[in-house]
C-alpha cells in the first residue's frame, strides 16, 4: 500500500499534469484566437498608424489581410507572419476617419479563421501603443513560464524529505 506522503505527491503530480494540460492545450483546442490587436478593435487613434499589430495564442502558419477606408478603398499593405504573430504595413495613415482590416489566418492545425475589425484614425488622439522594437509579446512565454513554475513546484513535493538522522522518509540515506 502507499503512505499518506506518496499519494499527496502522487495527487500533486496528477494535478501538476492536468494544469499543464488544461493550460497549453491540445491539438484539438488549437484554433487561432486573438490575444492582442494594436490598434485595438473599435479604437480612435493618432500618430504615425503604419501597421496592424494582431497576436495569436498559437501559431499562424499563413495568413491575408487587406486593410480598406471607409469608402471600402483598398490601402496597398504587406502582410507577414513570425509564429503567433501577423504585422500588416502599409504607408503611414494621413486621412481622417475609419478603416477595417479584414484577415484570415490559418492555423497549424488546418483551421481557418476569417474576421474583421474597424478603428479609426484621428490626427489628434492619442498614438497606438505599439511596443518598443515593433511587434508585441507572445502568450508562448507565459505558457512556457508557467510550466515551469509548475516542475519546480513538481519537484519540491515529490523529494523525499530528510530526518534529523540524515535518513529520507524511504529508509534511504542521504
Known amino acids: ?37 494594436l490598434p485595438a478593435p473599435g479604437s480612435r487613434v493618432g500618430g504615425n498608424v503604419d501597421q496592424v499589430i494582431i497576436v495569436f495564442f498559437g501559431d499562424v502558419v499563413e495568413a491575408e489581410a487587406q486593410l480598406t477606408t471607409a469608402a471600402n ?3 496597398e499593405s504587406t502582410v507577414s507572419i513570425d509564429g503567433p504573430e501577423m504585422v500588416v504595413t502599409f504607408e503611414p495613415l494621413v486621412d481622417p476617419g475609419g478603416y477595417r482590416l479584414d484577415y484570415d489566418v490559418l492555423s497549424v492545425d488546418g483551421d481557418r479563421n476569417p474576421s474583421a475589425f474597424v478603428f479609426t484614425f484621428d ?42 538522522d540524515g535518513v529520507a522518509g524511504d529508509g534511504a540515506v542521504i
Not at 7 to 14: P, S, V, Y
Not at 16 to 23: F, I, K, N
Not at 30 to 36: D, G, I, K
Not at 130 to 149: F, K, N, Q, T
Open 123 to 164: 490626427p489628434g488622439a492619442e498614438p497606438v501603443p505599439y511596443p518598443d522594437g515593433g511587434g508585441g509579446g507572445s502568450p508562448v512565454l507565459l505558457l512556457v513560464g508557467l510550466v515551469v513554475v509548475v516542475g519546480v513546484v513538481a519537484l519540491i513535493m515529490v523529494r523525499p524529505r530528510s530526518g534529523a
Open 1 to 37: 500500500m502507499f503512505s499518506k506522503q506518496r499519494i499527496r505527491q502522487l495527487l500533486a503530480l496528477g494535478l501538476a499534469g492536468l494544469l499543464m494540460v488544461c493550460l497549453t492545450g491540445t491539438p484539438s483546442g488549437a484554433h487561432v484566437e486573438t490575444a492582442e490587436i
Open 73 to 75: 478603398e483598398p490601402i
